[in-house]
């Protein structure tokens, strides 16, 4: 879970993943309700990076899989 209560937007580290396993988003709390939580097995993939940037105000939810 990644949480920014700043009004700007802030990079974050993600931890290390065991390999083979990467990181997909379930959850945003910055979109419209109806595209803030993904269907099982539907989330985003997000880019291999070390760290996210995380718009300010909001709340995303990671899943490693």
Same mark, same amino acid.
């Given at each position: =879970?990644?949480?920014?209560?700043?009004? %700007?937007?802030? &990079?974050?580290? #993600? $931890?290390? #993943? $065991?390999?083979?396993?990467?990181?997909? #988003?379930?959850?945003? %709390?910055?979109?419209? %309700? &109806? &595209?803030? *939580?993904?269907?099982?097995?539907?989330?985003?993939? !997000?880019?291999?990076?070390?760290? @996210?940037? =995380? $718009?300010?105000?909001?709340? @995303? !939810? @990671? *899943?490693?899989?």
């Amino acid at each position: =879970v990644l949480y920014n209560m700043y009004w %700007s937007e802030r &990079e974050m580290a #993600l $931890p290390d #993943l $065991p390999e083979g396993k990467k990181w997909y #988003l379930a959850a945003d %709390s910055g979109k419209k %309700s &109806e &595209e803030a *939580i993904s269907r099982p097995g539907e989330e985003t993939k !997000v880019a291999d990076k070390k760290s @996210l940037k =995380v $718009p300010g105000r909001s709340i @995303l !939810v @990671l *899943i490693g899989k």
